[in-house]
């Protein structure tokens, strides 16, 4: 119980309407986990990628070659060996399937780039930015 007033204080503006309150270090002690829990911002990047996806493809992987890593956009010429480690990233994953699909979007022109992993080839394809088609739609289904 917070019994000292000192330990918090709260305000109102000019017309009575609450605006919040000061906590005293005890005060905020009490309830500093709550309201991290609620207003912290998440740590998660903006986009969400569907890394487990990801993993999964690369878990069971049964193509007749490695893993491959390296992405190339073809319309504005942006490329990485290893697009997970790119700081900033040039390529972010917005899908990825056991069948082989995996799609990035390119962080320089948002070309939407899919690679295709066959038995034993690796097709790539660039499509200029669309806005008005989602990137969800993107897969064959489960
Ligand atoms: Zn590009």
């Known amino acids: 119980m917070i019994s000292k007033t000192d330990d918090f204080q709260e305000l109102f503006d000019a017309s009575g309407k609450p605006l919040g309150a000061l906590l005293g270090p005890d005060a905020w002690a009490l309830v500093r986990e709550t309201v991290l829990a609620h207003f912290a911002p998440q740590t998660a990047p903006a986009v969400e990628e ?40 040039k390529f972010m994953l917005t899908a990825a399937n056991l069948g082989g699909l995996v799609a990035f979007r390119c962080q320089s022109c948002q070309a939407k780039i899919l690679k295709r992993h066959f038995k034993d080839c690796v097709k790539t394809e660039a499509k200029p930015f669309m806005p008005e088609k989602s990137i969800r739609n993107l897969g064959r289904g489960k």
């Open 50 to 89: 569907p890394i487990q996806d990801w993993r999964d493809l690369v878990q069971f992987w049964d193509f007749n070659y490695p893993v491959d890593h390296d992405v190339t956009c073809e319309l504005c010429g942006n490329s990485t060996n290893a697009w997970e480690l790119d700081e900033p990233r």
